[in-house]
């Protein structure tokens, strides 16, 4: 008897401690056991950045003449109107050039900058904060320093007078206007993507670097045999936000310069948008043209990525 109660404690299995509790394994991720987290996300995204595009649609197909009118179904009468109107061709004209003329400078200047400051020269630190000043002035605040710069008595022909060069209207004049409002944008835009430029680059390692140097690589060679190949990709990206910015925030710029003068010559499509819509409350054809930049942004951002891809 006493050997059997012996062995009875031996023989039984190991509970284990007393405060182990066996839990279920749980399988999957976050995302599989709690798909209601992205849920708010979605609305969101659906609301307010789907739901204005489908609107945009809708109404390009409606005649509404003001907010406060009834509007009714105008079919394909809007682009018929848009694509017979000679404003509309100039718009596009002046849109074509800002992209290809402005877009490249932009991009070529900012990774050139970009390449300068990540050779770590004397207050490169100092050199990222100013290049990122044009993006932390307004608008409003850019156009001023602009228009005292380029009106009649301006900074401008007042620096070309004591030269003997006679000075210009600039923003009044056809054939100068335009690139006036190019050159806002530059100074507007290449700060900001020098910045965003160089923070790919400071990814290149030194080794490859220095291996470059040792070969007998100069600075020209090493920004555009070696740099520029590795960053080619994301520089691609800011040159998509870069190219929609131009498209479609133009607008504002010349509101504030311009108003689309003179003759036209500065009428971008952004701006025709806004001017069909809140100027002469024709709101069928602004959301026609602004269908017709939607898709001329489509296409751009897949012409630069397929430029602009990666090649090592």
């Given at each position: 008897?006493?050997?059997?109660?012996?062995?009875?404690?031996?023989?039984?299995?190991?509970?284990?401690?007393?405060?182990?509790?066996?839990?279920?394994?749980?399988?999957?991720?976050?995302?599989?056991?709690?798909?209601?987290?992205?849920?708010?996300?979605?609305?969101?995204?659906?609301?307010?950045?789907?739901?204005?595009?489908?609107?945009?649609?809708?109404?390009?197909?409606?005649?509404?003449?003001?907010?406060?009118?009834?509007?009714?179904?105008?079919?394909?009468?809007?682009?018929?109107?848009?694509?017979?109107?000679?404003?509309?061709?100039?718009?596009?004209?002046?849109?074509?050039?800002?992209?290809?003329?402005?877009?490249?400078?932009?991009?070529?200047?900012?990774?050139?900058?970009?390449?300068?400051?990540?050779?770590?020269?004397?207050?490169?630190?100092?050199?990222?904060?100013?290049?990122?000043?044009?993006?932390?002035?307004?608008?409003?605040?850019?156009?001023?320093?602009?228009?005292?710069?380029?009106?009649?008595?301006?900074?401008?022909?007042?620096?070309?007078?004591?030269?003997?060069?006679?000075?210009?209207?600039?923003?009044?004049?056809?054939?100068?206007?335009?690139?006036?409002?190019?050159?806002?944008?530059?100074?507007?835009?290449?700060?900001?993507?020098?910045?965003?430029?160089?923070?790919?680059?400071?990814?290149?390692?030194?080794?490859?670097?220095?291996?470059?140097?040792?070969?007998?690589?100069?600075?020209?060679?090493?920004?555009?045999?070696?740099?520029?190949?590795?960053?080619?990709?994301?520089?691609?990206?800011?040159?998509?936000?870069?190219?929609?910015?131009?498209?479609?925030?133009?607008?504002?710029?010349?509101?504030?310069?311009?108003?689309?003068?003179?003759?036209?010559?500065?009428?971008?499509?952004?701006?025709?948008?806004?001017?069909?819509a809140f100027v002469e409350a024709d709101l069928g054809y602004s959301q026609a043209v602004g269908v017709i930049l939607f898709v001329i942004g489509l296409v751009g951002m897949w012409a630069i990525r397929r430029t602009l891809r990666a090649t090592h």
């Amino acid at each position: 008897m006493t050997a059997l109660l012996d062995a009875g404690p031996r023989d039984a299995p190991d509970a284990g401690p007393p405060d182990a509790v066996a839990r279920p394994r749980r399988h999957g991720s976050v995302r599989d056991r709690f798909p209601g987290l992205a849920l708010p996300a979605l609305i969101w995204y659906a609301i307010f950045m789907i739901g204005p595009v489908v609107a945009m649609f809708a109404i390009a197909f409606l005649s509404w003449p003001g907010m406060l009118a009834t509007p009714e179904p105008a079919g394909l009468d809007n682009f018929a109107r848009v694509f017979a109107d000679e404003t509309f061709w100039a718009a596009t004209t002046n849109s074509a050039i800002q992209i290809v003329v402005g877009l490249p400078i932009m991009i070529g200047v900012a990774f050139l900058l970009a390449f300068y400051v990540v050779q770590k020269p004397r207050g490169h630190r100092l050199l990222r904060y100013l290049l990122f000043i044009p993006a932390l002035i307004s608008a409003p605040a850019t156009a001023m320093v602009f228009y005292a710069m380029l009106n009649p008595d301006g900074l401008v022909n007042g620096a070309l007078r004591p030269l003997g060069l006679e000075g210009n209207e600039w923003l009044a004049d056809p054939t100068t206007a335009l690139g006036a409002i190019i050159a806002v944008e530059l100074w507007s835009g290449i700060g900001y993507s020098a910045v965003l430029i160089a923070s790919r680059l400071d990814g290149v390692e030194q080794e490859v670097v220095q291996a470059a140097r040792l070969d007998g690589a100069d600075d020209w060679r090493l920004a555009w045999r070696m740099y520029w190949p590795i960053a080619r990709d994301f520089i691609g990206v800011v040159a998509m936000l870069q190219f929609l910015s131009m498209l479609f925030n133009s607008a504002q710029t010349v509101l504030l310069l311009t108003q689309g003068g003179p003759e036209n010559a500065t009428t971008t499509l952004a701006y025709l948008i806004y001017r069909k819509a809140f100027v002469e409350a024709d709101l069928g054809y602004s959301q026609a043209v602004g269908v017709i930049l939607f898709v001329i942004g489509l296409v751009g951002m897949w012409a630069i990525r397929r430029t602009l891809r990666a090649t090592h």
